[in-house]
């Protein structure tokens, strides 16, 4: 009789989720697969369907497309409940297990308010396709509002938009909300000017993309105040409402307020019974495996690892180069072979700031201005999943960048103001 080959399950399908699968396409194991959606996001653009910039599906591939070909993969649509450890199962939300002899959890991370969670109704944050087109229908929504407001004062309010965080995600957000008054829709309305929108930008730390060296905080700092961003840095939010930004004690009238600021791991990470960081990650041995489990993996955004004094990045390589890492060192214990240290290999950091503009490093290379943008487009491009996707992406650009416009301005969803823990997921 042939033995039962040994059974793998992968928890989450993004970066880290498919990479660890891919790395085990061939491992003689029975792979399953479980996401609680049914598509892998490419999370880096979700900015660009949040700003009108790209469509959903443009960014977006789905997982089962991806593991077509892996014979020895499935897919399984469900949420995750818990982990039993002992009994080496998955508990699902509808009540059903899943065996497994191996386990890679990579579920990711969320929004983090701080204890705030009352902040999230009005100031949501952006890690799914739901937040980013909830986002796009915020922002374009105030555009409408203002063109049938008689007050000028209150038109000032609908043309104030808040980001509240100055990492990569706020400032590309912050450069895009810019860009969409100043040039998408400048001359689409008749009861105002859109070029007189105010764009606040504010950080806690005390420069700009606090991950990038100081030089290109300050160009970056520097860019987005010549597009008209007013960037406020040492300053912290101490409250958020129906009316706008507490900051201090200084309120700031805004209709659209966006978080950007904090990230906290999938809860699902807690049921492991591990230690974990202040963000709620996973810490993590060497190998990626959990304290008193080999058999039990955590990889992505939900490890908390440190290498040489500093803790590994929350950001796509990363997750990667460690799904990838997790994949191979099951397959080394499935083969009676010892785990291998995971080591990340920091490839560079980008983030754009608007039209031909960008900050970043490339390996010991630093570039600003239009080179950076032309390294963050094509290192984007080259992620991307689906030759579908990357042309889509790169004639989507083009167009934007040729004709100033922003081919995805639909508002969908429901109606303006937002109902309490309403979009909430």
């Known amino acids: 009789m042939t033995p039962a080959r040994p059974k793998v399950v992968i928890l ?9 699968a891919r790395a085990l396409r061939s491992a ?26 790209l469509n959903p599906g443009d960014i977006a591939y789905p997982i089962r497309s991806v593991l077509r070909n892996q014979a020895n993969a499935r897919t399984i649509l469900a949420r995750a409940d818990r982990i039993d450890l002992q009994d080496r199962l998955v508990i699902l939300k509808d009540g059903d297990e899943i065996p497994f002899d191996y386990l890679i959890v990579a579920t990711g991370a969320t929004h983090s308010y701080f204890g705030h969670d009352d902040w999230e109704p009005w100031a949501p944050g952006l890690k799914t396709i739901e937040d980013a087109l909830e986002i796009r229908r915020r922002v374009l929504s105030a555009y409408e509002a203002a063109e049938r407001e008689p007050d000028p004062e209150r038109v000032r309010t609908l043309l104030t938009f ?21 040039e998408t829709v400048a001359k689409d309305y008749r009861s105002f000017d859109p070029r007189s929108l105010r764009v606040v930008l504010i950080e806690g730390n005390e420069r700009v993309l606090p991950p990038f060296s100081p030089r290109m905080s300050k160009i970056a700092h520097a860019a987005l105040e010549k597009m008209g961003v007013e960037v406020r840095t040492g300053a912290q939010v101490t409250g958020i409402d129906k009316d706008g930004v507490l900051v201090g004690s200084e309120r700031i009238a805004a ?30 041995q060497p190998d990626l495996s959990i304290e008193g489990n080999a058999r039990v993996f955590v990889t992505g955004d939900l490890m908390s690892l440190q290498q040489d004094g500093k803790p590994v990045p929350g950001v796509a390589p990363a997750a990667i180069q460690a799904g990838r890492a997790a994949g191979k060192n099951v397959e080394r214990l499935v083969l009676g072979q010892a785990t291998k240290p995971f080591r990340y290999r920091d490839k560079g950091s980008l983030a754009t700031i608007g039209r031909a503009a960008a900050v970043g ?27 579908r996707n990357r042309l889509v992406c790169m004639m989507g650009w083009a167009w934007q960048y040729f004709a100033f416009a922003r081919g995805a301005r639909l508002i969908t969803g429901r109606a303006w103001e937002p109902v309490q823990n309403s979009i909430k997921h």
Request: a positive charge.
């Open 12 to 20: 989450g399908g993004g970066f880290a989720g498919l990479s660890a």
């Open 28 to 53: 003689p194991v029975d792979l399953t697969l479980i996401d609680r959606r049914n598509h892998h996001l490419f999370q880096p653009l979700l900015y660009q369907v949040a700003t009108a910039a």
């Open 162 to 182: 808040v980001v509240v965080g100055a990492g990569p995600t706020g400032v590309e957000l912050a450069g895009a909300l810019m860009e969409i008054g100043r």
């Open 255 to 284: 209709r659209v307020v966006l978080w950007a600021a904090g990230v906290a791991a999938s809860p699902l990470g807690k049921t492991l019974g591990s230690a974990t960081d202040r963000a709620g990650r996973v810490v993590v």
């Open 361 to 387: 490093r490339i390996g010991q290379m630093e570039a600003s201005g239009f080179l950076a943008w032309w390294m963050w487009w094509f290192v984007h491009i080259a992620y991307l999943i689906g030759f």
